[in-house]
């Protein structure tokens, strides 16, 4: 009897510990940038990156907490619930886009970027941060400023950073917003932001 109990328990710590490799979550952290605004989910390159991970990184799922139009106030707000709710291995935060357009000041966004990316690292996830950057129209020393605040967290904080996470899409790939890429330009999103995520998950 104690023999079978001692095989009833080992496959069921198997069982938990296989469970527990299957949750390896990412988190996708973001705006409107990343939540697919004015596209069909199935073409948004969140969804793109969890087509791609089931092929070489099936033991990773992909949680997309991106909202349209959220700031890195809202962002802060919010990082706690998403950390307890979802367990990250990886969070992939990409905000400020919408500090930036609204002209909000830098020294409170980067503020709070640095608390969300603390509270992921204490949370025992990396991090990969996406940088972005804004229209020229927003003055050459805003822009600059905006711009510096990405690779200065990822040294600061000593993560992984995407410095541009829309590098490389070109004009007439975006929509008439001239601020949110198409559908068309998802899939070089992806792959340009999947090869700095990778390391993260070797």
Not at 180 to 192: D, L, S, V, Y
């Amino acid at each position: 009897m104690k023999t079978f109990l001692k095989i009833a328990l080992l496959i069921a710590a198997l069982a938990l510990s296989c469970s527990a490799q299957a949750a390896k979550n990412i988190l996708l952290f973001g705006d409107s940038l990343s939540a697919g605004y004015g596209i069909e989910r199935d073409d948004s390159w969140a969804n793109l990156l969890q087509q791609e991970l089931k092929k070489s990184h099936p033991q990773y799922e992909v949680v997309n907490a991106s909202i349209s139009g959220e700031t890195t106030a809202g962002g802060l707000r919010r990082i706690g619930k998403a950390l307890q709710q979802h367990r990250p291995a990886v969070v992939v935060v990409e905000l400020g886009a919408n500090d930036g357009l609204r002209g909000g000041a830098i020294p409170e966004m980067k503020k709070n970027l640095d608390r969300i990316i603390t509270q992921a690292q204490k949370a025992n996830a990396r991090v990969l941060l996406l940088g972005i950057q804004l229209p020229p129209n927003y003055g050459p020393d805003y822009t600059r400023k905006f711009r510096a605040i990405y690779p200065a967290l990822a040294k600061q904080h000593d993560i992984a950073l995407v410095p541009f996470m829309l590098e490389g899409v070109k004009p007439e790939q975006f929509q008439a917003d001239n601020l949110h890429p198409n559908a068309e330009a998802q899939r070089g999103i992806m792959q340009h932001i999947l090869h700095s995520l990778i390391p993260l998950l070797d």
